[in-house]
């Protein structure tokens, strides 16, 4: 955990050049956020190119730096045409499910990476479920509790509208990259079952409460 790949890099590089158009031309960024009422009237590009703009330098720096430290673990696992095709399903899972959820809300917006990175941690915890993270660089914690607590916490900011924060594209991202994942390396079910389990508890429990009308 921790090293660079160049697909990494490519992705990296292309978020920030992006996402600096996007800071600089508000025309830029306007036509090609996540935005419900657009994306209804035919511009489905939106779903994909909202992934590559942020609000600012700090989410910007906060998407690529968790990107920087879980990337390797999957491109190692599954290589780079994988790691991509990851990346990618995570990023489209995560505006589907925005689009789900906020399919009759034509003014709701988002921008971000988020979903895209949340599917990569979710794949990388897949895969190493032993990895600890240092939590304030000085308490060890399992990755697969930040994991499960991060989404979570979506489910509670879905619910609440908590900040002007994409928790749905958080969410699905997760989505994505937990089923692509598992598609890539199906014997995960019989190596891992524990962490398969786990990592699915807040996915089942997102679709009973909105079953429920409860979200």
Do not use: C
């Not at 890099?9 to 996402?19: D, K, P, T």
């Not at 996007?22 to 209804?40: L, M």
């Not at 879980?70 to 990851?86: C, H, N, S, T, Y």
């Amino acid at each position: 955990m921790g090293g660079i790949d160049i697909v990494t890099l490519i992705i990296i590089g292309a978020n920030v050049l992006i996402s600096f158009k996007g800071f600089n031309d508000g025309t830029f960024f306007e036509r090609y956020k996540f935005a419900i009422g657009a994306i209804n009237s035919g511009q489905k590009e939106r779903m994909l190119t909202s992934g590559f703009l942020h609000v600012d330098i700090s989410h910007l720096l906060f998407n690529m730096v968790t990107l920087y430290f879980f990337a390797d673990v999957v491109v190692r696992g599954f290589g780079e045409p994988k790691f991509l095709i990851i990346y990618f399903v995570s990023l489209l899972a995560g505006s589907l499910l925005a689009l789900f959820f906020h399919k009759d809300e034509p003014y709701y917006s988002a921008v971000g990476a988020s979903g895209a990175v949340t599917g990569i941690l979710y794949s990388a915890i897949l895969l190493r479920p032993d990895m600890t993270l240092m939590l304030y660089f000085a308490i060890p914690i399992p990755a697969y509790v930040l994991g499960i607590g991060y989404l979570l916490y979506s489910i509670y900011g879905m619910k609440k509208r908590l900040g002007n924060i994409g928790h749905t594209a958080h969410f699905g991202g997760a989505i994505g990259g937990y089923a692509a994942t598992l598609l890539f390396n199906p014997d995960l079910v019989f190596t891992s079952t524990l962490m398969v389990i786990l990592l699915a508890i807040p996915i089942i429990i997102l679709f009973v409460m909105e079953k429920m009308g409860k979200i």
